[in-house]
């Protein structure tokens, strides 16, 4: 057990080492020095791993739930862009009320019911009048929204 302290102690201060060398000569170091660093780093970070592993009681060594949850690999998060176009050229910039229709939109059952309420609700709010291939346009992105 000692000897693990002892172990983990020189592990913890080759790593503080090799990163503050990284650190203070960053702008002075070759790709290769730093692509050398950083495979020094995994070595130690790897053998630290397998000795920590190697000390936890089989009986222990089924993770928790949130183990688990923290090995899963990082999956891409989608988030929903605010089209600018739209926002500029119908919604005279006004983000919020960009946002404020498409939440009304999000009520909707189907895009035949959200073309309805563009067109009886929000059209006459705004004059569209010179910018009908933006309005067929944003008609028709809030349409996907309802294929998916």
Excluded at 48 to 63: G, R, T, V
Excluded at 69 to 74: A, D, G, K, S, T
Excluded at 93 to 122: C, P
């Amino acid at each position: 057990m000692e000897e693990e302290k002892v172990f983990q102690r020189t592990v913890e201060n080759e790593l503080m080492s090799l990163a503050h060398e990284i650190l203070r000569h960053r702008k002075r170091m070759q790709l290769s020095d730093i692509h050398d660093k950083a495979a020094a780093i995994v070595a130690l970070t790897t053998s630290n791993k397998e000795i920590a592993n190697a000390a936890i009681p089989k009986e222990q060594a089924a993770p928790t739930a949130l183990e688990e949850v923290l090995l899963e690999p990082v999956t891409e998060i989608a988030f929903e862009a605010v089209p600018v176009n739209f926002v500029e050229t119908l919604f005279e910039g006004n983000n919020t009320d960009y946002q404020r229709i498409i939440s009304m939109l999000n009520s909707k059952e189907n895009a035949a019911q959200a073309k309805a309420f563009i067109e009886e609700q929000v059209r006459p709010d705004y004059d569209w009048s010179s910018k009908e291939s933006e309005v067929v346009a944003f008609i028709e992105y809030i349409s996907s929204l309802y294929e998916v």
